[in-house]
T-cell receptor
Framework: QKEVEQNSGPLSVPEGAIASLNCTYS??????FFWYRQYSGKSPELIMF????GDKEDGRFTAQLNKASQYVSLLIRDSQPSDSATYLC????????????FGKGTHLIIQP | DVKVTQSSRYLVKRTGEKVFLECVQD?????MFWYRQDPGLGLRLIYF???????EKGDIPEGYSVSREKKERFSLILESASTNQTSMYLC???????????????FGPGTRLTVT
């Protein structure tokens, strides 16, 4: 049974600080990993994807992947109140056009 | 920009009705997906399609069927709606693999379906 685990939160971070969101996955053969942001009542919006071990940076966002530990994380630098949302981790099992397996999300609150 | 549209944002249907949810994407993507999202359960894959007239079951296909007659359009059908199918339904599309290692999915705005 493929699983993606996230702490549901809420994770409260002061404005301007670094928010760290974590995700673990059970399928060792997973190929690629995605972070989505979802505002309340809205659909998920892709932030970043990563498929190689190490760090990938895009603006204030950094995705980190450690396949040996089956661990992926998202760092948000200089957190803003507009970053308050639920962040979904998603994993592609690597068998072709399969859908992604999603974690249940971490609710992030940035406190002004 | 990728655009995925869904036919309705909100829908209210009665138990036993046949329900059609439509999804259209404008980026010539090969793959299309239907998920449902419920509080505490997260996003769950219902069906997906990697080509016209092709379909594959996801994790929770029971009570649903799909149709993909054209590349840009993927329909979800609830043959006989039940109250436990009240949910947010999300359609997504992604490009084909074609030499890629990853294929990000883009979501439509969602349809909140209530079955009474």
């Amino acid at each position: 049974q493929k699983e993606v685990e996230q702490n549901s939160g809420p994770l409260s971070v002061p404005e301007g600080a670094i928010a760290s969101l974590n995700c673990t996955y059970s399928d060792r053969g997973s190929q690629s990993f995605f972070w989505y942001r979802q505002y309340s009542g809205k659909s998920p919006e892709l932030i970043m994807f990563i498929y190689s071990n190490g760090d990938k940076e895009d603006g204030r966002f950094t995705a980190q992947l450690n396949k040996a530990s089956q661990y992926v994380s998202l760092l948000i630098r200089d957190s803003q109140p507009s970053d308050s949302a639920t962040y979904l981790c998603a994993v592609n099992p690597g068998r072709g056009a399969d859908g992604l397996t999603f974690g249940k999300g971490t609710h992030l609150i940035i406190q002004p | 920009d990728v655009k995925v549209t869904q036919s309705s944002r909100y829908l209210v249907k009665r138990t036993g009705e046949k329900v059609f949810l439509e999804c259209v994407q404008d980026m010539d993507h090969e793959n299309m997906f239907w998920y449902r999202q419920d509080p505490g359960l997260g996003l769950r894959l219902i069906y997906f399609s990697y080509d016209v007239k092709m379909k594959e079951k996801g994790d929770i296909p029971e009570g649903y069927s799909v149709s993909r007659e054209k590349k840009e359009r993927f329909s979800l059908i609830l043959e006989s709606a039940s109250t436990n199918q009240t949910s947010m339904y999300l359609c997504a599309s992604s490009p084909g693999l074609a030499g890629r290692l990853s294929y990000e999915q883009y979501f439509g705005p969602g349809t909140r379906l209530t079955v009474t």
